[in-house]
């Protein structure tokens, strides 16, 4: 017990935002009142929290809410713009009333010490009653709402200097461990976990609920859990138990599931259990480590304080990612057994709450932590520079960027090539791919990446035995295997395919496209090498050895996958192949050269890349050249598996031979390569989006022929997913060129009519009002139209629809235009072509994109998704009015209506409100557009489900987006050797 005179009386100070953060506040409290010291306890909880665990008559509680954290649009997604919304209502609004009452209140208290988690107009508060304060968190508020500004408009920006301002008040940090950069804070002093304390052992809790130890125990500790989940008995692996927590009281559970009492103590269940299941929190994470509990978690929507904590679970392998989809579905098992064969390496201290009580005890006495104290503006200014210009790089996880890390070393507080030794150690370790040493680029922690390097790990350890060897995939892997010399150096690419939400075969017509990339991507590593140190197939080596030439430069190409599409899984050529002489051969002999061999016409994508380098820039390969493609990207299912195909290999073939392309003429060398050596009359928007797009953006371009307008943000309430039908799409099919054939005849039509009308008009050599002066002007356009999408609709109404015949065949048309001017695609002369149609489409097409961009950056309502799910709608059938649509696509646009116009639906907010067939049409997958809520996911579901019900397919569901290649860049690696 302390002396009176030295009793200090402190103000606590909890943020709005969650629990996690009451609970660590109650173990600082609680060591603060066990020094003999009065706490005052500002927050929204529920006494019981505190009481509960401090029983002492030194604990004040004063029920009052000063910010409102982050604001939630269901369990796991955080609403940006009502966040900040509500932060305003809560905390901006009433400032001046809050500081007169908070100033008021701690004189009459007699405060002598404020500590905020992490409430920053408590500092502000603090420093206008004279009284000193500081930050207890792993997290300051103008680091969260940072990129919420970025994302919900520039209006709300004072929000986060305003809150930087007054955190610059407090006289320094006590930081937790899982922080994110907070630059408000100048001083921070690290302490251990703040972890809540056992009341009984593993063993008692188990004997109490009556389990021994031979009963695997998961808990479900999953806050605010979607309304009407329903937990099934098959969720969970056979003889495992789930204890609920949070559970409504009327909730009927399945026999293998028990729901705990309200008042039970959690951190006693979850160090009793094998597992834990729920979402991240500082809480969850801190109790998960301190007990060595595997931890399940779900990502929640830009919960940005999350990547943080995620990387800690995982540096101590105490982390498994589980998808959103199947937690839903109750695709449990391989998780949680996934889980429970982790070994948690956490040992650091888990004293935090003690330690930073005692920080606090010694300043409140006059002990000085601080360094050195910077004026308010000085820190304000920096906070303005390293937090609210701070924005989450597009498809990566957070993890503490470069800038801020250079900022701390100028102060001394972190050594920067410590803390990336061990974060690229940590990497390897994980994903299993100690091997290799990473000595250019960044893995961006994307974790396909990581996958694929591991994958590259494991090649030289492939099984040799015959048995193995039957199988397709470890033919693949053994062909691969061979492929690279091991002491040389790699270097892997990374492209997305695509989900077209707007625009689709409007592209050849010049109109503005809107493209997502998607999380769906194709990595290929390639390795440049002397002919003499290439380690060739036993093929190769004959083909050599018969010619007699000796070492000569040789491409060869291992792409995985080659099961599902019934196709080689390995080619090579001779790169002499691609010469006449001393000029690379023409793109026609090039596409005869791969058309020889159906099962390996595939390669023309891959290696098209190399003779377009050799045609186009002068490239010329004196090299052995080795190429692995690995693609997530599906085929065949409308979401552009070609496109990311050759971008990656190009991406990876220019940065091995030292070729800076830029990622826009990357793209437009990739579509001469499907254009030329493949032969499909494809636009260029897939390769554009998968070169240049990022990621939870829209690339907005306008194919005329590729000009990049720029990034489209996706509104934080919408969300966008792509459905695969099961119907096998291609954009060299005959559909898509025959209609392409028939937009470009509109076109001539079009010219050919303006121009006639020229020709007789103004009647009789009368001079021209000004009315009929601009009217030949419009026409005089009209007649040298480059592109058919710059065609308004009211001008293809009101003179050039009557014009166009409905359909017509292709000698005919011959006969009268000679030509239709479109380079990649030829008229059928015995073929009849829908004309009309075809040409209406990209007309209105280009209105709709336009409109569609406009309403993405609109005032946020119902109205704003109903509206673009409408134009969604109308692209879908103008497809069908074309010939482009299916069965199958038609059948998913009809699940999304019957759900967005259900009884379900109508009784609550909408959540479904539009969709389209994408890209080439006929197949492939629809796009549906809706509200980004938890609802949302699970209708989808729903019409997975049905769909396959009616099909027997089950459908693949594309969400989530990544970052484009030229985002990525790429990796130069080099495998190490002990």
Request: hydrophobic share 40%; charged share 25%.
């Amino acid at each position: 017990m302390v002396a009176e005179d030295a009793v200090k009386i402190f103000a606590y100070y909890v943020t709005g935002h969650g629990f996690g953060h009451a609970t660590r506040v109650v173990e600082v409290a609680r060591h603060l009142i066990l020094a003999g010291h009065q706490v005052h306890v500002v927050t929204g909880a529920p006494d019981y929290v505190f009481t509960g665990e401090i029983k002492s008559p030194r604990l004040f509680l004063r029920k009052v809410l000063l910010d409102c954290g982050a604001v939630q649009a269901d369990a796991l997604t955080v609403d940006r713009l009502a966040s900040l919304e509500k932060y305003s209502e809560t905390a901006v609004v009433p400032r001046a009333e809050i500081l007169a009452t908070e100033v008021e209140w701690l004189k009459s208290i007699k405060a002598d010490f404020v500590v905020s988690d992490v409430v920053p107009v408590a500092c502000r508060a603090a420093a206008e009653a004279g009284i000193p304060s500081v930050c207890v968190t792993n997290f300051s508020w103008d680091f969260i709402y940072a990129e919420y500004v970025m994302a919900a408009g520039h209006h709300h920006r004072s929000i986060v200097w305003q809150i930087a301002e007054d955190y610059s008040h407090c006289e320094f940090l006590i930081r937790l461990p899982g922080y994110c950069p907070m630059p408000a804070f100048r001083d921070a002093i690290d302490v251990p976990l703040v972890v809540r304390r056992l009341h009984k052992s593993r063993e008692e809790v188990r004997r109490e609920l009556g389990f021994g130890e031979d009963v695997k125990l998961v808990i479900l500790n999953f806050g605010g859990q979607p309304a009407g989940w329903t937990l099934k008995e098959e969720y969970l692996p056979d003889g495992w138990i789930c204890l609920v927590c949070g559970a409504s009281e009327s909730a009927t559970l399945p026999p293998n599931f028990i729901k705990l009492p309200k008042d039970a103590y959690t951190p006693d269940a979850i160090a009793a259990s094998d597992c834990m299941l729920g979402k991240i929190g500082y809480g969850t994470v801190s109790e998960a480590l301190a007990y060595k509990i595997p931890f399940v978690f779900v990502r929640r929507d830009f919960f940005n304080e999350e990547p943080f904590l995620r990387n800690m679970l995982e540096f101590y392998q105490c982390g498994v990612e589980m998808i959103r989809r199947d937690l839903l579905t109750g695709h449990w098992k391989l998780y949680l057994e996934h889980a429970v064969s982790l070994k948690p390496c956490y040992k650091g201290g888990i004293n935090g709450g003690e330690v930073a009580a005692q920080i606090l005890q010694d300043t409140a006495r006059g002990k000085r932590h601080a360094s050195h104290k910077l004026s308010g503006s000085r820190r304000l200014r920096d906070a303005i520079v390293l937090g609210y210009e701070l924005q989450r790089s597009p498809g990566r996880d957070l993890s503490i960027p470069e800038w801020y890390a250079n900022a701390e070393n100028e102060l001394g507080l972190r050594p920067r090539s410590h803390a990336a030794e061990i974060k690229e150690d940590s990497l390897r370790k994980t994903f299993g791919f100690e091997e290799f040493k990473i000595l250019e680029g960044d893995v961006s922690g994307l974790s396909d990446t990581l996958n694929f390097l591991k994958s590259l790990s494991k090649l030289d350890a492939v099984s040799e035995s015959e048995k193995n060897a039957e199988k397709p995939q470890m033919r693949e892997q053994k062909a691969a295997a061979a492929l690279f010399n091991w002491e040389e150096d790699i270097f892997v690419a990374r492209a997305p395919g695509r989900l077209d939400v707007m625009g689709g075969i409007a592209d050849y017509s010049g109109s503005l496209v809107l493209q997502m990339p998607t999380r769906e991507a194709c990595h290929v590593a390639v390795q440049k090498i002397k002919p003499s140190k290439q380690r060739l197939w036993k093929h190769a080596q004959a083909r050599q050895i018969a010619k007699g030439q000796g070492p000569i430069p040789v491409l060869q190409i291992v792409s995985y996958g080659s099961e599902l599409s019934n196709r080689g899984p390995t080619f090579d050529m001779d790169l002499l192949d691609f010469m006449d002489g001393d000029q690379p051969i023409s793109y026609e002999t090039a596409r005869n050269y791969f058309d020889r061999d159906p099962s390996q016409r595939w390669a023309a994508y891959i290696a098209g890349t190399i003779l377009v380098l050799m045609k186009e820039l002068g490239v010329r390969f004196e090299n052995s050249i080795s190429i692995l493609v690995s693609s997530a990207v599906p085929e065949g299912k409308g979401v552009s598996s070609s496109a990311s195909v050759e971008v990656a290999t190009m991406s990876a073939i220019a940065a091995t031979h030292g070729l800076n392309i830029d990622p826009r003429n990357l793209a437009l060398l990739c579509q001469k390569v499907e254009n030329h050596v493949v032969g499909a009359p494809c636009g260029v928007m897939d390769q554009m989006t998968s070169a240049c797009g990022e990621a939870n953006k829209l690339l907005a371009m306008v194919c005329q022929p590729a000009e990049v307008l720029g990034l489209v943000d996706i509104p934080n309430h919408i969300r966008f997913w792509g459905i695969d039908s099961g119907i096998r799409h291609s954009v060299g099919g005959a559909d898509y060129g025959s209609v392409r054939i028939g937009a470009f005849m509109g076109q001539k039509i079009i010219k050919s009519f303006a121009s006639e009308s020229i020709s007789i008009s103004p009647a009789n050599g009368a001079t021209p009002d000004d009315g009929e002066e601009d009217g030949m002007q419009l026409l005089e356009t009209e007649a040298s139209l480059d592109y058919l999408c710059n065609l308004s609709p009211h001008r293809y109404e009101a003179l050039y629809v009557k014009q166009l015949p409905e359909t017509m065949l292709g000698e005919t048309f011959l006969e009268k235009y000679e030509d239709h001017n479109d380079p990649f695609t030829i008229i059928d002369k015995k073929r009849s072509y829908g004309v009309r149609p075809a040409t209406r489409h990209p007309v209105y097409e280009n209105f709709r994109v336009k409109a569609f961009k406009a309403l993405l950056s609109s005032v946020t309502s119902d109205d704003q998704l109903t509206a673009l799910g409408e134009l969604m709608y109308q692209c879908h059938y103008s497809y069908s009015a074309c010939g482009l649509g299916s069965d199958g696509t038609d059948r998913l646009v009809q699940l999304v209506q019957e759900m967005q116009h259900g009884k379900v639906s109508k009784c609550a907010e909408g959540s479904l409100y539009g969709a389209k067939i994408t890209g080439g049409g006929s197949g492939g997958t629809v796009c549906v557009v809706g509200r980004n809520c938890l609802r949302s996911s699970e209708q989808i579901l729903q019409i997975q489900q049905k769909y396959m019900n009616a099909t027997g397919y089950l459908p693949v569901v594309f969400e989530g987006s990544s970052p484009g290649s030229g985002k990525f860049g790429y990796l130069r690696i080099r495998r190490i050797r002990n």
